[in-house]
């Protein structure tokens, strides 16, 4: 992969809004808009790893050429117009070079550095598969970084193919604890560009794969992130960027080891995320980490815990301006009530959640939260009156919230069938359960997450004294023949 440093030849310049891609997002908002490119890019085998942030620095004219991948989605999504047409500069002038004739493939390159990958080859080309070009996620006015490092850096969370085995066996990631001694250089944007999208591509496989998988891969490079952290950065910018990564990074570790089912380390991940935001003054980063510490205090069963901390996120993420922020934390906090049997609070949350929720999308709402839609607001809802054992009314949310759940997202299609399977053989519908399991059971062979499968053997249980039911001995034969879990 070509790596090398790109300067502008104007380098005083600023950068010029991309109005043409404004034009073409329309009334949707940044994060809608990039899900449907990620939506194109999945319908050509292309693999993007698009947010809001990434449509908010095309438009801001921050990337003035994207990379090979998203150039060949965003023709496929606008047949019949040039990059020139999306308001796209001439690769050559990003560049400095001609267009790479066919065939053509660049130079290799080798990193040295704390993180590194077992599915990365020194001899490996770009080639026409090369999703990662530096163009699009680099400052081209920073000249201070190598972006080597920062290559390697992202290429420990990707992954060669869109099955479980191709994303879960390549992605192999190793820690060279000889590399973390020596010391590392100041970082710059590619280490920070490099960092946020491996915070992306983490979540990005937890929502197909779920959990089990990934999370031992992800301790070295949540390791490396704050290494770099220790060795500072060329700009006070850059450093803003770092601790901002590295938290979110920390918070994304911290859920793989909540969703399986580690959840002593789930809270110490948690901690770290919440420092680093208290550290740095991010109240971004601080309401991110007390939401997902009152999601885990529920699991672990300690709804108070889960309530202050959901009230805490709210305090803090009402400076951020975004509703939907609001919303999720309001349901954090319903699950704390429900779980403390506080019926009325829990339904005052509910309710607050469901109007805040109403009030739609905007430019404010951070970028993690892009899993937050419907579905989400009916899966956390159903699970709140499943704890109040209201089982007839979570069993109504938890098959709407897998109804509206878009098919790629395996994972949680996964939980919400699995929550209403539960809901139904409690609510003493245990023909409809079985067949909602056996939908559950068909999802395993994609995703690995022990919470999953810890609410399969609940339900298995409720089960046994059914067995006469219409597919009941066939969901428990086939949920027995199951692995057992380390």
Request: proline share 6%.
């Amino acid at each position: 992969m070509t790596s090398s440093t790109v300067t502008s030849s104007q380098p005083d310049r600023p950068p010029r809004p991309n109005l043409a891609f404004r034009r073409l997002r329309g009334r949707r908002s940044p994060a809608e808009f990039a899900a449907l490119v990620r939506r194109a890019a999945r319908e050509i085998g292309e693999r993007v790893s698009c947010d809001a942030r990434y449509i908010g620095r095309v438009e801001a004219g921050e990337i003035r050429c994207p990379n090979y991948a998203y150039e060949r989605v965003f023709l496929h999504m606008y047949p019949g117009r040039t990059l020139a047409d999306l308001g796209f500069a001439p690769r050559s002038a990003v560049r400095g070079r001609g267009p790479r004739p066919p065939g053509e493939v660049a130079r290799p390159t080798v990193a040295p550095m704390a993180l590194t990958s077992p599915a990365y080859d020194a001899s490996e080309t770009s080639g026409d598969h090369e999703p990662y070009e530096p163009y699009d996620t680099q400052d081209p006015y920073d000249t201070h970084e190598n972006h080597e490092e920062s290559d390697v850096l992202r290429r420990a969370f990707m992954t060669g193919g869109a099955t479980v085995a191709a994303a879960l066996g390549p992605f192999g990631l190793t820690f060279d604890a000889a590399a973390a001694d020596r010391p590392v250089r100041r970082a710059g944007s590619a280490q920070a560009a490099a960092l946020e999208e491996a915070v992306r591509e983490i979540r990005l496989l937890d929502d197909r794969h779920g959990a089990d998988g990934l999370y031992r891969r992800a301790a070295g490079p949540l390791r490396a992130a704050y290494a770099l952290l220790d060795a500072g950065a060329t700009r006070q910018a850059t450093a803003d960027r770092l601790h901002s990564g590295a938290g979110e990074l920390a918070i994304s570790v911290g859920w793989l080891a909540h969703d399986s089912g580690r959840f002593d380390d789930a809270r110490s991940h948690y901690a770290e995320a919440l420092a680093t935001a208290r550290m740095t003054g991010d109240d971004a980063l601080e309401a991110h980490a007390f939401c997902n510490t009152a999601f885990l205090a529920r699991d672990a069963g300690r709804p108070r815990e889960a309530v202050r901390a959901a009230q805490a996120a709210q305090r803090v993420g009402r400076s951020l301006g975004s509703a939907r922020l609001m919303s999720l934390l309001a349901l954090r906090e319903a699950g704390g009530w429900a779980g403390l049997a506080d019926r009325t609070a829990c339904e005052q949350a509910l309710a607050r959640a469901l109007a805040l929720h109403q009030r739609g999308v905007s430019d404010a709402d951070p970028e993690w939260m892009s899993f937050y839609g419907e579905a989400e607001l009916e899966g956390l809802e159903a699970q709140c009156w499943s704890t109040l054992g209201d089982w007839r009314r979570a069993a109504r949310h938890a098959r709407r919230a897998a109804q509206l759940q878009d098919p790629h997202f395996s994972r949680n299609i996964a939980l919400y069938t699995a929550e209403l399977a539960d809901d139904l053989a409690r609510g003493g519908r245990p023909d409809e359960a079985a067949s909602a399991g056996m939908k559950v059971l068909d999802l395993l062979d994609q995703v690995q997450s022990s919470r999953i499968q810890a609410m399969l053997a609940g339900t298995a249980r409720v089960l046994l004294p059914h067995r006469r039911a219409s597919g009941v001995p066939e969901f428990l034969e086939r949920h027995a023949s199951l692995p057992r879990q380390g």
